[in-house]
């Protein structure tokens, strides 16, 4: 049986030789589950805060409120279990998706290396930062469970921007990692050709959700989880069956006008 070396060529790998990490499989999935549970999570909070039984004035109150967390901790105390399932699902899909930003950033890196070391690594301290934002949540819903909604609530909010920013404020330092991250990683999968202009705009989209402790998700969320699939489950696939992700440019280069703005407008 032939050994695979370093020094054979590959089409899984995406410099064309040697092993990488996370690798195909572990890289492949991660494209898929990631975006996948992210979606899920997005979706089922979104859902628990529509479900949660608030009249109509208690509603219109949690919307004039400079903050969400109010709303939110009173849909866990309506709405445990769905409200858990929710803040699980998407902060499992925040951990799964590191593997996943690593992979893009591997098979970018060798036309776009800086670009894709400084994004990659930037975008996921953001993903590892929003850790430190669901430790925070789970610890104010057991609250609830404790001390009750009302006076859970109170020590919530009278300590909220201390809890939201962190020790030293590394957390939100790190948060916002994902925004820098995300718009220098699609930068470089465009200029690389992993992605067109379309899948690159989706990534940049994707790296403006809003990252914190207690935070509401709507259906205007709906979009950015979306938006994560479309950029990241097709990839995912090609690496799981071996292709080399091709040039999503390569079809779009004539000399031609109107072929300059069919680049413009690649997948």
């Known amino acids: 049986m032939e050994i695979e070396t370093a020094d054979q060529p590959n089409e899984l790998m995406p410099a064309g030789r040697g092993p990488w990490f996370p690798g195909h499989v572990i890289g492949g999935v991660a494209l898929i589950v990631g975006p996948t ?10 859902w628990a805060r529509s479900a949660a039984e608030f009249s109509p004035a208690l509603r219109k ?3 004039e409120q400079p903050f969400a967390a109010p709303a939110e901790l009173a849909a866990y105390a309506s709405e445990p279990a769905l409200v858990t399932a929710g803040y699980a699902l998407f902060v499992a899909g925040g951990l799964v998706m590191w593997p996943a930003v690593a992979t ?3 098979i970018v890196a060798p036309r776009s290396p800086r670009l894709a070391q400084w994004g990659g690594v930037l975008l996921i301290l953001g993903l590892f930062a929003r850790l430190y934002h669901a430790g925070v949540d789970y610890t104010a819903f057991q609250l609830t469970e404790v001390q009750g909604l009302a006076a859970a609530t109170d020590a919530v909010m009278t300590e909220y921007v201390d809890i939201s920013y962190g020790p030293w404020n590394i957390p939100v ?3 916002a990692g994902q925004y820098v991250g995300g718009l220098l990683l699609a ?3 465009y200029r690389s050709g992993t992605f067109g202009l379309g899948r690159s705009l989706l990534l940049v989209y994707w790296a403006t959700l809003w990252a914190g402790v207690l935070k509401s998700s709507d259906v205007f969320e709906g979009p950015s989880a979306a938006t994560l699939c479309f950029a990241c489950l097709p990839l995912g696939v090609q690496i ?3 292709q080399q992700p091709r040039d999503m440019r390569e079809g779009n280069r004539p000399a031609s006008m109107r072929g300059r703005y069919l680049r413009w407008l690649s997948w």
């Open 37 to 46: 549970l992210w979606a899920l999570g997005l979706t089922l909070r979104w």
């Open 240 to 242: 799981l069956r071996g």
């Open 104 to 106: 893009l950033a591997q």
């Open 187 to 189: 930068i470089g999968a």
């Open 61 to 63: 109150h949690f919307d």
């Open 173 to 175: 330092i790190a948060a």
